[in-house]
């Protein structure tokens, strides 16, 4: 073993003359796997939030949607057209519009979506939400979001009533009624879509609505993440009044605050692991007073001034990768547990947490990515390795001489 590393290891394991050293030597310690273990737990909560949600509006919505002012009449040579393009695997018709649903209890605002049960399968997970192989509405059959079930107290079976108060071209102030009988559970695991979606049947739609058109046309793309790009190129074949989207644009300010709040989450937290390399290099300082004199004997033996400095140096990096390492396996292991620890603290203080009508989720969402794991870590033993530096560059500046003379 190199006699600097073994040196470095018996300053950091022989016990301190002076108790404070000590005492801010595991403070130090603590701070990096408090700050670590902090940073690992919220970033990968951040990251769960962002994959789920894409996941959620990819799932519910297509990857394209294809939209025309007034509607699609032919929506046919619409997907003709769609299709054509090498990156479209399939696509599918819809209609979206605001109604009221109707119950013995009283009403409430929906979102109405008519789906084509054939062809919705290939461009959403509307089918694996429902927990079914296929799409089945029935004669007015009408499928309803989870929540909204839930909070109307209605069940499969129960027949509501939906109207639309836009519901003919002709006469844009008539309105339309049409009775529905529930025969399925909605359950994407987003709040906002569960509180509001009712899923009915194209046709039913048309009728209910009285329209010979389509609101627009979803598809499902080669790589939901290159949409940008395939979004571009069919906007070069569909120009005005047609209009292209892309999943990341229905939530557009959203991800932009998911990627915005996950730096700066980032940024504040990683404030912990500073104020910790900051007691990293106060307790350097002091075991380079208590070690002086035997700086100055090391000196005289024929040691360099860089050979004190690397053993200082690499002293702060033992002491950062021990709180590194701890403090990943901290964090890691919360994470991995952090549903079943709100569950407990919730039970203990009777305070929800999580509120799902809130972040929209029905459950915290975790993704633990070795990437950011190594970035923290990297991160974290970079800032020990910079703490270190002025007391090693004080060590390899004393005298040795008066450094012997110290005591």
């Known amino acids: 073993m190199n006699w600097k590393i ?10 301190n003359i002076d108790k404070f050293i000590s005492i801010i030597s595991v403070i130090s310690v603590l701070g990096v796997i408090v700050g670590v273990a902090a940073l690992i737990v919220v970033i990968s909560i951040m990251t769960g939030f962002d994959i789920e949600i894409k996941e959620k509006i990819i799932g519910t919505y297509s990857h394209i949607i294809l939209l025309k002012e007034g509607g699609i009449k032919d ?10 393009n090498e990156h479209i695997l399939a ?16 009403g409430v605002g929906i979102l109405l979506r008519g789906l084509d049960e054939e062809r919705e399968g290939m461009v959403s997970n509307v089918k694996e939400y429902i927990g079914r192989d296929r799409l089945a509405f029935g004669e007015n059959g009408v499928i309803v979001g989870r929540e909204l079930l839930k909070s ?29 009988t529930i025969v399925g559970v909605f359950t994407s695991g987003r709040y906002d879509y569960d509180a509001n979606m009712v899923f009915t049947s194209l046709a039913s739609a048309k009728e209910l609505l009285n329209r010979d058109s389509v609101s627009g046309i979803g598809a499902r793309v080669d790589d939901e993440f290159n949409v940008n ?12 009044p047609f209009m ?19 730096k700066m989450m980032f940024t504040v937290l990683a404030l912990i692991i500073l104020v910790a390399c900051f007691n990293i290099a106060s307790s350097l300082i002091m075991q380079v007073l208590e070690k002086t004199k035997d700086i100055g004997i ?48 919730e039970r203990l203080t009777g305070f929800e947490l999580f509120p799902s009508d809130i972040y929209y989720l029905a459950a915290i969402p975790i993704r633990i990515e070795r990437a950011d794991i190594a970035l923290i870590a990297a991160f974290s033993l970079v800032l020990a390795v910079i703490a270190s530096l002025y007391p090693a560059w004080k060590a390899s500046r004393l005298d040795p001489v008066r450094a012997i003379r110290y005591e």
């Open 91 to 106: 696509s599918s018709p819809f209609i979206d519009e605001p109604a009221f649903l109707r119950y013995e209890g009283g």
């Open 152 to 180: 109307l107290g209605l069940a499969r079976g129960d027949a509501v009533t939906i109207f639309s108060p836009y519901a003919n071209e002709k006469f844009p102030y008539a309105h339309s009624r049409k009775n529905f």
């Open 298 to 345: 090391l000196r005289a033996i024929g040691a360099r001034a860089r050979d004190i400095k690397v053993i200082f140096v690499f002293l702060g990096f033992l002491i950062g990768f021990i709180g590194v390492f701890f403090g990943v396996v901290l964090g890691v292991i919360i994470a991995k547990n952090i549903n079943s620890i709100a569950g407990y603290m």
């Open 75 to 84: 929506e046919k040579a619409a997907m003709d057209a769609l299709n054509k």
């Open 229 to 240: 790009k395939i979004k571009m190129e069919l906007q070069k074949t569909f120009r005005h």
């Open 6 to 15: 073994f040196i470095a290891l018996r300053y950091l394991t022989k016990r």
């Open 244 to 262: 292209v989207k892309s999943w990341m644009d229905l939530d557009k300010n959203l991800m932009r605050a998911l990627a915005i709040e996950k």
